[in-house]
């Protein structure tokens, strides 16, 4: 970039997610006229080792969801200290963010707060230079879209029905492109639908798009949809296999696995062991998420010895984006996978390091 491109503002303003909650969006704009606009995502559950997404906490106004204290602090603490001067690189901002708030989990000014001007100012930098978002930040690594994991039945957290896992998903990996997979995941879809109501289940959508049936057994969910992939004329484990996001930080009470939604058995974490891979040996399942809570280092080292060569094993509580857990995991061969969010750590850079520490591992 030329020295033409300081920074002439910072702006940020609340904004309403796809849950119908504010959050918090910041634009970068630069002398030269590029600029950049983000908007921070935010999970319905969350870990507890995520960085501080900063809320305002007034229950009379949005239920205590409120983001104007994030937003004031991006408007008198961080634009500030970038207007008028030339956009530092990604790193040397995250570390400038980092530093004007001070403390180990972005609590002061809020993660929320530092990862929005992070992504604005990643998305203005990359406009400055002409170049793709993915080619400025030069993340390395291979250039094909990934397999989609969709989510298609809802319980948990998401959803207001009997299922105490949070998310069940299709995962058609037997495609050539990203293009046929997305096909094969909507044809799967819709005969779900079908089949759901040829049962007399409902195919109200759950809080992300999957449907929320009252299934009582997720043994029964699993069943719904390999049959849903055959009837849409694919082979089940060939063409298109199961995922779950288990969410099992939500279950998890002193020690033990308390199935409360549903009302099944409580179980150890040697049970929940013993109950995955019975899963895995009766269904054609490739990836599970979070199926120890985030704290359960034993019961995530039993589950990755049982499971680790079979199955994907996604820390997303587990490690939320966080290099220092994640160097954990990897020493500790415990898990086997990382979902990668923003807003678990807030900021670029960071969840960049994240990104470059898991494939080296």
Known sequence: MSRADRVSSVLARAVLDSRGLPTVEAEVRLASGAWGRAAVPSGASTGEHEALELRDGKPARWLGKGVDRAVGNIRTRIAPRLARRPLPDQAALDALLIGLDGTPNKRRLGANALLAVSM??????AAAEGRPLSTSLRAGGGRLLPVPLMNVLNGGAHADNPLDLQEFMIVPHGARTFAEALRMGTEVYQRLKRLLKEKGLSTAVGDEGGFAPKIRSNEQALGLLVDAIRRAGYAPGRQVSLALDVAASELYRDGRYVFRKSGAPTRTRQGMVALYRAWVERFPIRSIEDGMAEDDWEGWALLTKALGKRCQL?????????????RRGIREGIANAILIKLNQIGTVTETLQAIRMARRA
């Open 120 to 125: 604005a100012a990643a998305r203005a930098r």
């Open 314 to 326: 996604v820390g997303d509580d587990l490690f939320v984006t966080n290099p220092e857990r994640l």
